[in-house]
């Protein structure tokens, strides 16, 4: 019996740390894109639903590839729609990678190698944050700086949902849940 407790309520921790924020606003995070348009999330993004791709750290690098295909094909990709037989869905959000890294990092000009490996056609979806990022750890209640995180937010900049880690279809599968 003891067990089976344990086990649900670190099933029950795990969960709730993975809901980062859910249900509050999203702090208000600016930053450039690197086609160099500035962005103010969630101000100008209210309207439509947004998807945040964040990192907090360069370990977070190896579950974010696990992201990339999927992410690029679902989001960045845009599909034929209008063959009668396609099950073509382009969805209309918004959508930011944020690398948020450390004032250290900013000062060493990490901004620029990121923006040298990144393929020219994401440069629109990557946002670069540049400020204090305790603050966000904070109030997104980060605990695992390691893994990537995405926000689901609602027209309003209210975080609905999210995901962290590795990528999986189920994950993909509830992101897209709050896309319909």
Known sequence: MKK??????????????AQ??????FPECSGET???????????????????WVAFSRDAEEDMK???NPVYNLFVVKKDTNDFYSAAVN?????????MLNQLNQ???????IKEK???????????????????IEALKIEDKKIPYFFVLDAAGKILH???GRYSEAKMDKIEDFLD
């Not at 969805?91 to 690398?99: A, C, E, L």
């Not at 393929?119 to 603050?135: A, C, H, N, S, T």
């Open 162 to 164: 999210v995901e962290s």
């Open 66 to 68: 696990t992201w990339l």
């Open 20 to 25: 980062n924020g859910k249900g509050t606003m």
């Open 107 to 113: 000062a060493l000009g990490n901004k620029d190698k």
């Open 4 to 17: 089976i407790f344990s086990i649900l309520f670190l099933s029950g921790i795990l969960f709730s740390n």
């Open 34 to 52: 690197f086609s160099g348009k500035t962005v103010n999330i969630p101000s100008q993004t209210k309207g439509k639903v947004t998807i945040l």
């Open 118 to 136: 990144t393929d020219k056609e994401f440069w629109p979806f990557v946002m670069y944050f540049k400020g204090e990022v305790k603050p966000y």
């Open 91 to 99: 969805y209309d959000v918004n959508f930011y990678f944020i690398p």
